[in-house]
């Protein structure tokens, strides 16, 4: 499967160490600017100075807004889920409302809708209009417009749970957690598991798919290969968005069985059964079928950890001629300004989940070389925050 979490098969343990993350060390100069900095911070006597200061007064105001956001981010995002869960941006999307109007269709009432609204007028989801009417904030806008982001909001109920106790989820809460009950099926044999346990988050990663496909296919030209294995793919959203781009490329989906029925099913309703095709198999287990010439693992390596991605490109290696090429796409630890994303969220999440994690661009080239695979090359996506590429060519059999 495919998604900010896409195990296909089973999970690997949260417990391996966090490594490769070595060439994001600061210098030593910068270390010894940041102690200074420390110290000098630290002192009361200069942060009433600052304080007093025009200049050093509004980076001061600035510093103490990033640490009121660090301890009221939750009611933040909580603030966006009330809002998604009522329904509120869809209401909006072509409208202005007062919470008066707004409440009775929500179950809310209008002193409690006016607070909602309030909190998210202050955070821009919405904005107040003329007439104690609200309408969408650009914020706001996008999500209702981003296909699927709904639903990944939705989904953060599970992780908020979660992250009830985070000191408990470090040190390795043993009672499970939301996020990895939501795969019942992870750790079985791929012939053990159902539709039921498999629809959810199969429906949840092909819903949110659509604008990671695009880039991925704006900044990697598949139109030079004949046949495309997308592992782990999930319900076929990206094998079919990839077939549609590119009229004579044909696409097999590879995942779980029942997982792969629905690709099937998907792939006849877009009219592409002449090129398209899914295979059901675990990629831990199972030998991954031959006959393409490129391959693609769409956010699917950061759900494991080293022992079980060493395998997996070890058997696409296999799986793919001499010179065919595999196409890695997911966030890419390390890349500036993504570490919120890749560091923060990710990190908790994965570690919720039950395994995996980000990778930077030199763990990737180590991984891949140790299967086989050379000219190990990374590609920028207009979505570079969300997603990179980390593209090689197979070759010689690892020994």
């Excluded at 792969?260 to 675990?282: H, K, N, V, Y």
Aim: proline share 6%; with cysteine.
């Amino acid at each position: 499967m495919t998604g900010p979490t896409a195990p296909a098969g089973r999970l690997d343990s949260a417990a391996a160490p966090m490594t490769g993350q070595s060439d994001r060390r600061p210098c030593a100069p910068l270390d010894a600017w940041r102690n200074f900095r420390n110290r000098l911070v630290a002192d009361p006597r200069f942060r009433r100075l600052a304080a007093a200061l025009p200049f050093s007064r509004l980076i001061a105001e600035q510093a103490t807004r990033r640490i009121f956001d660090l301890c009221a981010g939750f009611t933040y995002s909580q603030t966006l889920f009330a809002c998604v869960e009522l329904g509120i941006l869809a209401r909006l999307a072509d409208r202005t409302m007062t919470a008066e109007e707004l409440a009775p269709d929500v179950g809310l009432s209008a002193p409690a809708m006016e607070r909602l609204l309030a909190a998210a007028a202050a955070l821009g989801i919405v904005e107040p209009c003329a007439g104690g009417r609200y309408g969408l904030g650009l914020t706001g806008t996008i999500i209702a417009a981003e296909p699927g982001l709904a639903e990944m909001i939705s989904h953060h109920r599970l992780l908020y749970a979660d992250l009830a106790d985070p000191v408990a989820l470090l040190r390795g809460r043993r009672d499970g957690t939301r996020l990895s009950a939501y795969w019942a099926y992870a750790g079985r044999p791929a012939a053990e598991a159902v539709a039921a346990d498999t629809d959810a988050y199969t429906t949840l990663m092909g819903a949110t798919q659509a604008s990671i496909a695009d880039a991925i296919l704006d900044a990697y030209d598949f139109s030079r290969h004949r046949r495309l294995l997308d592992v782990a793919g999930g319900d076929g959203s990206f094998a079919i968005a990839a077939m549609q781009r590119h009229p004579r490329l044909a696409a097999t989906t590879f995942d779980l069985p029942c997982v792969a029925a629905r690709a099937e099913a998907r792939i006849a309703a877009a009219g592409l059964s002449a090129r398209g095709a899914a295979t059901g198999g675990d990629f831990i287990t199972d030998p991954l079928p031959g006959g393409h010439d490129v391959a693609t693992l769409v956010r699917v390596a950061l759900d494991h950890d080293e022992p079980t991605v060493a395998r997996l490109l070890r058997a696409i290696h296999a799986a793919l001629p001499r010179g065919g090429t595999l196409v890695i796409a997911e966030p890419i630890a390390g890349t500036a300004g993504a570490e919120r994303i890749t560091d923060t969220y990710f990190g908790l999440y994965l570690l919720a989940m039950g395994g995996g994690r980000t990778r930077t661009f030199d763990d990737f080239r180590t991984l891949l070389k140790a299967a086989g695979f050379v000219r190990v090359r990374r590609i920028a996506t207009r979505q570079r925050l969300l997603c990179g590429l980390v593209v090689a060519q197979v070759g010689s059999p690892p020994l």
